[in-house]
């Protein structure tokens, strides 16, 4: 999910992020959060785009490999790690 200013001042209120937490795989401001586990994924744009790119690459391989098609589905429903109360 791309983190605007409003939404991270929401998630720093929800406790799911400091604030001052660095991409995970530099030192640049993160833009990009990716709940996957209790502990969120924090990328720049530019590692997001490289993470996201080499993903979509996996996944077309395990199709190909394997002969099937992989669905895509998208929820927007709150992570349960993220609670105000």
């Known amino acids: 999910m791309y983190m605007s200013s409003e939404e991270k001042r929401r998630l720093i209120e929800l406790g799911a992020i400091t604030g001052d937490e660095p991409c ?3 030192e640049k401001e993160p833009v ?3 709940q ?8 720049c744009g530019e590692h997001a785009q490289y993470l996201g ?3 979509l690459k996996d996944v077309r391989s395990y199709e190909i490999a394997n002969q099937i098609s992989v669905k895509v589905r998208m929820e927007l429903a709150e992570h349960p790690h993220w609670s105000t109360g």
């Open 36 to 43: 996957i586990s209790p502990s969120p994924l924090l990328l």
């Open 53 to 55: 790119t080499h993903l």
């Open 24 to 26: 995970a795989m530099c």
């Open 32 to 34: 990009i959060i990716w």
